[in-house]
């Protein structure tokens, strides 16, 4: 057990606002004997530790710090569940989870971050409001950047998507730093070699996302043709296939499930039945590469440095990629498809692995 009492001493001192002299005094001992334990040259007699504890109203547990080395323990297997519930798109799970964790660590920011995305994608009135209360008091509170950062992100979401109140939305999203201002940017410059590589490299590949995150929000904003969504879904795809030549997709197997699935909505409203039906047998390949893919060394160029692991990852929805293209089969938009040998072919290859 790592107990580093010159930590809790320092905590404490400033907690209640007294000086090493006051403790001194307390425990009829010289001030550089305290300064000493909190330069962590040296460490108090044990019989003085109950002394101690009763100036500052603890206990001596606390004193030594083993409640926060608990509570680390307790938060790394919340932690771990929560990873694997956002795996399974279980958000009324992770709902419960955070709600009982910040029962037992009331006012513990690291707890209301994953707590408020789980009561805004429960979407009720009452959690949305308890959300925008937790992420204000982390704003208010937490001094940790990342927290801050998800908190300001959640909160932009809640007021443009939830209370659809724009001019509080871009209060926060104004808040938030710029790209290039951000630890995937800045920490590269800092390192050598293949970790220099490596970063950049994940760089590489999340800027493809961001671009393509962007293309598709593009779409659902814009009035957008279906020849012009046509377009953008293709250079979507086009800039995936230009970074992983090897087809090597890894996670993004789900965005060409997505991409495809999209053409081929547009291709059956333009009246292209066998180009929507080759887009079917595209996003039904990716959805099938997505939910059978193993972790591994992605072998593209571009990205050979990066490790695709299949447990690094969360959704909002229960079923899994086959799944949600099998519905999309299944439903009224292609039912006059029903015939066709191709797409009987299709859905008994979904259907065998198809979680709805």
Not at 6 to 11: D, F, G, T
Not at 54 to 65: C, E, H, I, P, S
Not at 229 to 256: N, T, W
Not at 266 to 289: D, P, W, Y
């Amino acid at each position: 057990m790592d107990i580093k009492i010159n930590e809790q001493l320092k905590k404490l001192r400033k907690e209640k606002g007294n000086t090493q002299e006051d403790l001194a005094q307390h425990l009829g001992i010289t001030v550089q004997a305290i300064s000493k334990w909190e330069r962590q040259e040296g460490y108090p007699d044990i019989t003085l530790l109950p002394a101690i504890a009763a100036f500052y109203n603890v206990t001596v547990d606390d004193l030594l710090g083993v409640g926060e080395i608990e509570k680390e323990k307790r938060l790394r297997e919340y932690c771990e569940r929560s990873s694997e519930l956002a795996r399974q798109g279980d958000n009324s799970g992770l709902l419960k989870l955070w709600t009982e964790a910040n029962r037992e660590f009331p006012n513990e920011p690291r707890i209301m971050s994953p707590l408020m995305y789980a009561l805004r994608k429960d979407g009720s009135p009452e959690g949305i409001d308890k959300a925008i209360e937790y992420g204000k008091y982390i704003l208010a509170n937490s001094t940790d950047s990342a927290i801050r950062s998800n908190a300001i992100h959640c909160l932009c979401l809640i007021y443009s998507y939830n209370k659809e109140d724009k001019i509080e939305a871009q209060k926060y999203a104004r808040m938030a730093t710029t790209y290039w201002v951000t630890e995937n940017e800045l920490l590269p410059h800092t390192l050598e070699g293949d970790e220099a590589v490596t970063a950049r490299q994940n760089n590489i590949w999340k800027t493809m996302d961001l671009i393509s995150v962007n293309c598709f929000y593009m779409v659902g904003k814009g009035n957008y043709t279906p020849n012009d969504a046509i377009k953008v879904y293709e250079y979507i795809i086009s800039l995936l296939e230009l970074i992983c030549p090897d087809g090597d997709f890894g996670f993004y197997h789900c965005r060409m499930r997505h991409c495809y699935l999209e053409l081929a909505k547009n291709h059956q409203i333009l009246g292209n039945t066998e180009k929507s039906v080759l887009c079917l047998e595209k996003s039904a390949f990716h959805a099938i590469k997505f939910d059978t893919r193993k972790s591994g060394m992605h072998t593209s160029f571009m990205i050979n440095r990066l490790f695709d692991d299949i447990n690094e990852f969360s959704k909002d929805y229960s079923s899994n990629e086959c799944g949600l293209v099998l519905a999309e089969l299944q439903s009224n938009r292609y039912a006059d498809y029903a015939d066709d040998a191709r797409m009987k072919e299709i859905l008994a290859k979904l259907e065998a692995i198809a979680i709805l």
